[in-house]
C-alpha cells in the first residue's frame, strides 16, 4: 500500500484534485497548519497553550534556482523574527534542498550559517530535517560545517538508513541534538533495512546511542513502545541531561502529545505550513494507508 501511495503521489490526474482541495475542505489542515506564515504562528500559539514547544517549518524542498534558496533563507529569518516578537516557545526546521543543497551547496552552507547565527542572536535554535537518501552524505557534512561554528544547531538522523550509526559515530565529537526518527522516504534495500522489524529495532539501537554518549535526544515517534523505552533510557542511564525531549509532526497522536506533556516531559511539536504541501501531505498518507479514507471521504462529500 505504501508503494501505492508514493506511486500515486508521482499521477497528476491524482494529486492535482488533492491539490486543488486539500485546504478548501479541511483535511489538509489536519497535517499542515494553513498555507501562510500567520496560519503556522496561530497553531503555534495554540500549541504553546497547551504546553507544547513548537517547530516551524516552511514546505518546500528541493530548489534548483539560487533566488527560491535565498528566498526560502528570508522566509526562515522572518520566522525567527516573529516567533521572538509573539514570544512563541518554538524553533525553526529545514530543509537543506530548500536551501540550495543539491545544486548549490556553498550557498546552502552559507544561508544555513546565517540563519543559525540570526538564530543565536535570538536566543532561539535551529534544526536540520534529513531528507531521501541522494542527499545525506551532503546533509551531514553541511551539518558538521555549520554546528563546528554554532552550537545552536541540530540534525534529523533516520532509524531505516544502515549509514545512520556511523554518521552518529562521526558527530558524537560535536554532542549536538540529534531528532531520531524512522525515515519518511522510500528507499531501496541497498540503503535501508527493509522491514519494519529490523526499522524499529534500530531506532532501538540508536535512540540507547543518543542517550548513552552525550548527545542531545529528540526522540521523534508516535510509537508507543519506542516512547516508553526513551523514558526508561532517560530515568536508568541518567542520559540526555535534563535538555532531551520527545517530537511529533502536527495532527498525529495529540492525546498523546498533550498525555505527555501532563506527564511532565518537553514535547515538540512539527508544524509545517505553506503552499507547496503536497509531497509532504503525501508521505503522511504512506505512513499509514488508513489516513487515505479520511481523504477519499473528503473528496466524495465536497469534491
Ligand atoms: C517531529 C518529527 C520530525 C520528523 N522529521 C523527519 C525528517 O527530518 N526526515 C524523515 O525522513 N522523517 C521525518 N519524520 C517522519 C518519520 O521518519 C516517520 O515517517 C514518522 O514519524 C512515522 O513513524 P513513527 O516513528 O511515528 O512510527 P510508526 O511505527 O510509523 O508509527 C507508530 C504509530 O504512530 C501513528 N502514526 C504514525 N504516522 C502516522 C500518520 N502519518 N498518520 C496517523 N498516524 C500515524 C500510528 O498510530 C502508528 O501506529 C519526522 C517525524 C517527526 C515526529
Known sequence: MRDLIFWLSAKKAFTQPIARTGMRLGFARRFIAGETLEDGLRV???????????????L???????????????????MLEELTRRKIDGSISIKPTQLGLSFAPDLCCDLALRLAREAARLNNFVEMDMEASDSTQATVELFEAVRRQQENVGLAIQSYLYRSAKDLER??????????????????????????????????????????????????THDEKMIDLAKQMARQQGGGGDRWEFQMILGVRRDLQEQLVREGYRMRVYIPFGTEWLPYFMRRLGERPANLWFVAKSLLKGG
Open 44 to 58: 503555534a500559539q495554540e500549541l504553546n497553550a497547551k504546553g507544547l514547544r513548537i517547530m516551524l517549518n516552511r
Open 171 to 220: 558527530l558524537k565529537p560535536l554532542r549536538p541534538k540529534i531528532r531520531l526518527v524512522k525515515g519518511a522516504y522510500r528507499e531501496p534495500p541497498a540503503l535501508a533495512f527493509p522491514s519494519k522489524r529490523q526499522v524499529d529495532e534500530n531506532y532501538r539501537r540508536l535512540m540507547r546511542v543518543l542517550f548513552s554518549d552525550g548527545f542531545w535526544p529528540a526522540v521523534a
Open 60 to 78: 518546500g524542498e528541493y530548489v534548483t534556482d539560487r533566488r527560491e534558496a535565498e528566498a526560502a533563507y528570508e522566509g526562515y529569518r522572518e
